[in-house]
Every structure is written in structure tokens, then in C-alpha cells.
């Protein structure tokens, strides 16, 4: 048996892009610690996992976007529990695809 319910929580991502060919995240985590990463857009070198391990997950949308993508930055914030069955990846990872629509002027449907 399946329950479906809303729960309260959410991803937020905003960014704007910033006119280089390097990808800055900055993920802020409970207690206001922050995580970043940067790495180059698909267009200079192909992505691969790395270290750290939450920025596989945006890499991972940005080597598949269906467009080319600039270079931006992004600051992500989330309350969604990592690590609880809960989607926090799929969160984060809508929420980066739906930055990069805005960002590169690419509506998918």
C-alpha cells in the first residue's frame, strides 16, 4: 500500500549566469555550513562523477540538458532529508533543470 501526501518541504535553486564556461554551486546545508563546487560546462570537457558527491547529481543534469549551457552560478537550498527515501536528489535535480531552462532560453514539454 501507497500513501500519497504533500509533505512541507522544498528545493530552492537560484543562480543567474555569469559569462565564463565554469559551473558555480554553492549548496547550503543545515546550521548555514556551505558546500561548493565548480566544474567546466560540458562544452569545454565532458562531465564525469566526482567528488562531492551531491554535485553528481547536477552535473548529471547539465551534461544532458537538451541545449548547450553557459557557464553560471547557483546557490541551492533544501530542507528535503537526504538520505530518507524522500527524493531529495529528484528535488534537487528538477531544480536545476528548470534553472537551466531559464538560464539558456530552452522550453522542454
Do not use: H
Amino acid at each position: 500500500m501507497v500513501l500519497f501526501q504533500a509533505l512541507p518541504f522544498v528545493t530552492l535553486v537560484v543562480g543567474g549566469s555569469n559569462g565564463t564556461d565554469t559551473c558555480n554551486i554553492v549548496s547550503i546545508v543545515t546550521a548555514g555550513e556551505t558546500l561548493e563546487v565548480s566544474f567546466p560546462t560540458p562544452s569545454i570537457e565532458p562531465l564525469k562523477p566526482g567528488a562531492p558527491a551531491w554535485a553528481n547529481y547536477v552535473k548529471g543534469v547539465v551534461a544532458n540538458f537538451p541545449g548547450p549551457v553557459k557557464g553560471f552560478d547557483a546557490v541551492i537550498v533544501a530542507d528535503v532529508p537526504m538520505g530518507s527515501g524522500l527524493s531529495s536528489s529528484a528535488s534537487l535535480e528538477v531544480a536545476i533543470f528548470t534553472l537551466l531552462e531559464e538560464l539558456n532560453s530552452v522550453r522542454v514539454e
